[in-house]
């Protein structure tokens, strides 16, 4: 087992229904940590430059504009196998494929609105981490 680290953002949908606290329990029972927590609006520009990786997918600019309707919460998550752990606790995309218990099946909207996004690979984790996060700002 290693220690890893992962990026977690609750999105829009999430934070307007105050799930954030929910959210929260479910990643810390899974095991995860919060060592680094951010309340922040992205503007296009910032929505586009994250999700640059999808910019010629069909998708993109809805993703973008749905990234922006409202607040975000980025975080940082640390522990065991950290980025799989999350992507367990978190649930397929399409949350009417999602495991019963998991962050999409009991809170997603939509496949786009699926309350949280999460690294898919130690590499991307620490790429996307640094676009939120200083090391200053991470406390484990």
Do not use: C, W
């Not at 919060?34 to 910032?46: D, N, P, S, Y």
């Not at 980025?83 to 997603?108: L, S, Y």
């Amino acid at each position: 087992m290693a220690l890893e680290r992962t990026l977690s953002i609750i999105k829009p949908d999430a934070t307007r229904r105050n799930l954030t606290g929910a959210i929260n329990a479910k990643l810390e029972g899974a095991g995860l940590r919060i060592v680094a927590q951010r309340r922040v609006r992205l503007t296009t520009a910032q929505a586009e430059a994250f999700y640059a990786v999808h910019r010629e997918r069909p998708f993109f600019r809805d993703l973008v504009t749905f990234m922006v309707s409202g607040p975000v919460v980025a975080q940082v998550l640390e522990g065991e196998n950290a980025v799989a752990r999350n992507r367990e606790v978190m649930g397929a995309t399409n949350p009417a494929n999602a495991a019963p218990g998991t962050i999409r099946k009991e809170f997603a909207e939509s496949i786009e609105a699926n309350s949280v996004h999460g690294s898919d690979s130690a590499e991307n984790a620490a790429i996307e981490i640094a676009f939120f996060f200083s090391a200053l700002d991470i406390v484990g």
